[in-house]
């Protein structure tokens, strides 16, 4: 299974990276939106994304608008971020986001939705 990582944040893109090797997942690590929105512009299959809500140049929404509306693609995502407001995690949710963390990643809470949402 392939999973697109985005966070502009190392330690967390390392974390989340080493939690999903030690599953057996393939992490793709990007930096920043602009490169999680070139590897989905290149066609590259993805069975997960995390990615971070705020974030310089394209942010978490963005991601999340393009892979549900552009691409149409039913990929389940999972947002990030250290902002735990309620008004914030409802908006995710409506706007289509499967699952919401709140940093600092849990490892335990982050291995709960991906089986949940990979099986």
């Known amino acids: 299974m392939r999973v697109l990582v985005c966070d502009d944040d190392e330690v967390v893109l390392k974390v ?10 393939e992490a793709v690590l990007t930096r920043d939106g ?4 070139s590897a ?3 066609g590259e299959h993805f069975d997960l994304i995390i990615t971070d809500i705020h ?3 394209v942010n978490g929404d963005d ?9 149409g693609k039913p990929t ?3 947002m990030l971020s ?3 407001e309620e008004e914030v995690i409802a908006l995710a949710l ?6 919401f963390l709140v940093k600092p990643v849990n490892t335990n809470d982050l291995l709960k939705k991906i089986r949940k949402l990979l099986g």
Do not use: C, F, T
């Open 16 to 25: 989340v990276e080493v939690i999903l090797r030690e599953q057996g997942y």
């Open 34 to 37: 602009l490169e999680a929105l």
């Open 40 to 42: 989905l512009d290149r």
């Open 55 to 57: 974030m310089p140049y």
């Open 63 to 71: 991601i999340l608008k393009r892979v549900r509306e552009e691409q």
């Open 76 to 78: 389940p995502i999972i």
């Open 82 to 84: 250290s902002d735990g």
């Open 94 to 99: 409506k706007q289509g986001v499967n699952e």
